[in-house]
Structures are given as C-alpha cells and as structure tokens.
C-alpha cells in the first residue's frame, strides 16, 4: 500500500524508504522515453522485473513508479493531443501499470502523469508510438502548501463553511456562492483584503448570487481567516502522515478511462449536453450563443450561432448597466436542451425567453416566443411529445406540445406573499432595469430569494415532477388537469432530478452533500450521504440514472468526480476526474452505456488549462457479462 508520511515538513512515501526518499526531494521530475541514459523507453526495459510485452493495439503501456521504484498505485496518466485538443486519461493499477489508448491523429502526444502526494509531471511534446512502453517516475511533494494546493476545491471550500456557526447561512452561502463556479479552487481562494473580497461579493450579487445583509457582511473576514495560508495549510494537511488522507481509488475505478474534447474557448460556458442517439454529442455554449457538435470518433466539431433576432446583449434581462459579465456575447442564452422523438434537439433559451428547435438534417433553427414567465431553464419530454420546462426566474412551469403549436405556463406556489408580489412585478422590473441599473440595489439588499424552480422529469405514469430550489421543494404537475401538488423536503436545495425505471423519483441535495430517493406512492424519503470528504463540502448539481444498470450517476460538482451509486447495496464509488476545475452539469449517456457530462465552470478561464471541455468516463465494468447481469438485475428491467 502507498503510504503518506509527514516527517520534518517534508511528505515522503513509506515509513521503510524515507531516507531514499528525501533524496529524491532533489531529483526532479523524470520522465523518459526512447534513447540512452533514460529513464523510460525502449521496449528492453524492465518495469519492475521481466520484460514488458510490445504490442500495437492503438495503445501505449507503461508504469508509474516512485524514485525508489516501488509502485505508484492510482496515478493518473494523460495523453493529450491535437488542436482543439482530445486528452485521453487512465490510472495505475496495483502494480503501477498503465494501458492507455492512443488519442487519434499525427501529432505530438503531451503527457502528464499526477496524484495527490506527488509533483505533477509533465512533458509537452513526446513523439510515441504504438506499443510504446513508458517508465514514469514521480517524485513525493515536499512543502506542506505544495500538497494542501493538489487538493480539490471542497477541501478548502470547507474551511470557510466549518467558520459559519449559523447552519442556516452555511447552507446559504453554499447554495448561492457555488452556483456558477467552483468556490475554493486555486483562482477563487486569492488572497485579497476586506474591500476586495467585499467587491468580490458585490459583483456576485449583480450576477444574482444575493445574500442576506448579515452573512455579507460576515463573509470577506471569514474568506481572509479561512484561506489564510498559516491557517489553511496545517488543517487541509493534518493526518498526512495516515494511510486513508489521499488514499487510491478501488481497483474497479481504477478501471475506468476519461475521454476529454476541449469544445469553445476561454470566454464560453459549456452548460448542458447531451448524447444524441445517432451517435454526436450536442453542447450549448450559453456564454457565446454557439449549438456544438462533437463527433466522438472522429474528433469534429461544428457549432453553430444560435438566432436572437433584434434582442439586445443580455436578451430580455438587458440591463442600463450593461452585461454583468464582461466576456459575455450572449443575446439568448442557450441553457438545457433534449432530443425530441423525431431526433431534433430542443433548447431553452434563457436569456431569449425561447424555445429553440434545431433539425440535425436541414442545420435549421425554428424559435417558439413565450407568452408568460422569464428565463426557462431546465426541459423534458413527455410520453406525447410535449416539452415540460422550468421557468426560474418569474417561478413557473412551462408545457409546449410542437404538434399542436401550443402551451401553456404554470405559475408555481410561492412561500410568502412577499415572493408571489415581486414575481408578479417582474415585468415592471425588467423595463425598470433596461432604463435604471438596480442591480447594485439589488446585490446589496438583504437577500431577498426567489424560489426558483430548477429541475424537471416525467415520471413513468406521466405525471411532471419539478423542483423549486431555494425553497427546499418538490412538486407534482397532473398532466391532464395541470393540478399542482407541493411537497417539502427534508433536505436543503433539491437541484435537477430524475426518475428510475421503477418510478422513484432521485434527487441531489445541492447545499446539503447528499442525494434522496423519494417514492410517490408513500411519499418516503430516503437520504444517502455523499462518500466525498470533508463530508457535506460537496455540492451535488444534478444526477441521472443508468438506463442499463439503474445505477445513479451524481455530479460532484465542487470535488472534481463524479459519483455512482448502486441502489440496492447503497455502495458509492466515487471516479475522480483529471481536470482540476471540473464543474459537472448534466449527465447523459451513449448506447455503450459510458457517462458524459460538460465541464462548465463559469469563468471558463478558471478551468485547468483555462478551456471548457465535455468528458465522456467508460467506467470499464470487469466484463460486458458482468454488467448484462446487473442490468438484468436491475428494479423494473
């Protein structure tokens, strides 16, 4: 087993070798491939005894060790190639061993091969080759700051939330300050002074993050406090020295391959995607008003401009003060979208306060008006073809049937009448904003929330099932009679949910850490834990449910992973994901039964490599007879 020490300041692996070790502290990194004199090439050299076996298969093989040549179990190791890039990314197994696929095409391959213990190594260009054996050499971190940066951003996310006795601003500050962005990754945690964090939180509640005066005000000294290096440092690497503070991924997730395909540029926001069922994968660019298409096996990328006709920048939310983000090209707002039963793919246009349906064939957009409510968000179909959509901004929920040409919105209940008024000014506040800027006013009021209803689904006897997020809700449309039934839940932030096969509804708890599963018939609750450590630093954004194992398939969203979850056991494993930065969306999946999901971080910039990428993770089950067994298994299969 690695082992962990904290000796002197200095992090080492394995009590027996520290002194080697502490050597290696001065080596460097290593990595070699073909030649004399190095450390890692031809197909003679031996990865821990005997000879490697070279084969051309597309992939190349090798082994990650460290300076004192015992294995290095559960590092990931990327080939990335290609302009846009494709990054391909595997781990080693209990021997340190790796098989990883080539990624397609003629250029150089970049290499980089990380865990959490060990300096990241690198190598911008290598020309390998199929078959090729590497041997990659890791060197243990030495400086405490070092290893407490390799962690993901929750961890020091935490360290804020553990300072806020008030549960009830814990559970604000995380359902509002997370929205868009990982909170405690390496760009958010910049040390600043009180006016700056004070500005810092201003410009959030222009964009619609507002908080209640009080946590406000709290909050730039809880920021300083937490992430103060002399403060942060020796809590986010106490128990260094234990085998369980960063310990592998099980062998079955060291398994699964990563397939990455960086899609936009720095100024977009790949929000949704989906998998169609020809085969492309279709993302929104909600920052730039670009429809993508990814070709999985070739590599190509389309996009297309998405129509907003004479809608100013901002579309209706058009402000006196302009966009509240400067990088924004945005006059619709492209946010969730689905493929309808004849195969085009419908979109909400937030921004647009539209509805977009775009044909695949013909590469032809056709744009529906809505009548009533502001900024539809989240969409489903239902069993006749209809679309079921949530309207977020003014709480309704939305229903369009493209065969008839007709719908209907909803207006959802409010909790208090103070929400049911300003939902019911929100036009008046529109025209008011496009003369006067209130969104200052508004960032420095004392928090006032609407409900939001966030997600959506059909459940399998037809009835439309939404959640309103800030008010800890779930609801039940009638689909004939449009009766509405609300629902409370004993959890905080019910965010986008889905139904499984048997007709239980899951649901991730956004600003609680957890997801539930609630069952219509006898309205019970059952809560699950997310697995991700410091417990409840997670923030679960959405979910999706297996359609061939009926396993649950959880976003963590600020933990860089993404999480399954085997109902009937109740087992986690939870995947991490090599990109640091990773802020998951939504969760599709291809005919092959591999999950994909959209790396969205808002501003994309904050993204490792400052790109906006959709992933596609193969968990790699033992066998394909193993998973046709548990998909036999499976409730309601």
Known sequence: MIRTRFSKGCFSLGSRRAAPLRRALQTGLILSALGPGVAAGAASDPPLRGNPVRSADGHVRGIVLATDDTPVVGAQVTLSRGEPARHVTVMSDA???????????????????????????RQPERPLEDGQWLRLELEPVGDPAELAAQLPANHWY????????????????????????????????????????????????????????????????LFIDAYAPENAIPLLTEGAERDDFAPPPSAEVRRAVVDEWDLGGRNSMQHDMLVHPDGPVYSVDMAQDQLYRLDPETGQRQAWTIPHGDLPLGGVFAAAGGPPNTNSNAHVGPHSLQVAPDGAVWITLALGNQLARFDPATERFDIVELEHGYYPHTLRFDGRGRIWYTISASNHLGMWDPVKGEGRELRLPSRTLGQAFAMRMMPLALWLGRRFDLRGAAAEGDGFTPPIPYGVDVAPDGSVWFSQL?????????????????????FAGPRRMRFDAVGRLWIPGFSSGLVASFDPKTREFREFPLPIEPRGSDTPYALAVHPQTGDVWICGTNSDTLIRLDPGSGQFRVYPLPTRVTYTREIDFDAQGRVWTSNSNSPAWQIEGGMPRVLRLDPRDASGDALARRAEAAPGR
């Open 95 to 121: 021997r340190g061993q790796f098989r990883a696929p080539l990624p397609p095409g003629s250029d150089p391959v970049r290499l980089r091969a990380r865990r959490i213990g060990w300096r990241d190594l």
């Open 158 to 221: 935490d360290l804020v939330l553990r300072r806020l006795d008030d549960e009830a601003q814990r559970e604000e500050l995380v359902r509002q300050c997370t929205f868009c962005h990982q909170q405690g990754n390496r760009a958010t945690r910049v040390p600043r002074d009180v006016d700056e964090w004070r500005k810092v939180i201003y410009l959030m509640g222009r964009r619609g993050g507002m908080l209640s005066a009080d946590l406000r005000e709290k909050l730039p000294q």
């Open 470 to 490: 800030n008010e800890h809700r779930i609801g039940r449309v009638d689909p004939d009679s449009f009766e509405l039934e609300m629902i409370e839940t004993p």
